[in-house]
């Protein structure tokens, strides 16, 4: 329990009193702000602005979230996702944070990927995840991360996570932004309609292997 609470408080300590000129998000200018669900999203370059109801009207109930207790759907790659937003978790909104807990069966990975908007932090709740990182210079950090252990992803960089123990993982994982977007590498390079001839030039791939490749990442088949 005493290492669990201290885990928390450096989540905390690291989403609330990190540099803020380096902030992903816009400093809130109130207290909280809960959405109204009378008004729509105010669409920006990259946040949806949720008008706020009256503050008189925010209960504890605004503030608490009781969906993480499960794992969600499986993918084939043995990884379950499930992400927490204001959308669902209407407290955070325009507090900078958001968070998700991931779970791997033995083998399962979380592929490649990277946060445009946000630094993000995992916390290994069991299991043995091979976790690490890539950086400008195709340096590669990396190693196995037990239960109890933390390790961060710098904003933008590409990382990645594999189960190694000999029992499912769960991680849970926070991001200093409410909006941290989600680029995941093989998705965007044959999901995403990039011209089949540069990327045969590119990967030394030919129009079949092309194919084959762009019919696994297809993100109308893929989750």
Sequence with gaps: MV????????????????????????????????????????????????????????????????????????????????PVNPTIFPGINTLGISFVRADLKVGGINPPHFHPRATEIAYVVQGSVYSGFVDSNNRVFSRVIEQ???????????????????????????????????????????????????LEKAFGLNHKQIGTMRRRFDPKTVN
């Design 148 to 198: 109890g252990e933390v390790m961060v992803f710098p904003k933008g960089l590409l990382h990645f996570q594999m189960n190694v123990g000999e029992k499912p993982a769960t991680i849970f994982a926070c991001l200093n932004s409410q909006n941290p977007g989600l680029q995941k590498i093989p998705s965007a390079i044959f999901g995403s309609g990039i011209n089949e001839e540069l």
């Design 3 to 82: 290492e669990k609470s201290w885990v928390l408080i450096v989540l905390v300590v690291f989403i609330m009193h990190g540099d803020e000129s380096l902030a992903s998000d816009p400093d809130p200018i109130q207290d909280f702000c809960i959405p109204n669900p009378k008004f729509g999203a105010i669409k920006t370059a990259h946040l949806s602005i949720l008008p706020c109801k009256n503050s008189s009207e925010a209960t504890t109930d605004d503030f608490v979230f009781s969906g993480l207790k499960s794992s969600g759907n499986f993918t084939d790659t043995g990884l379950a996702s499930f």
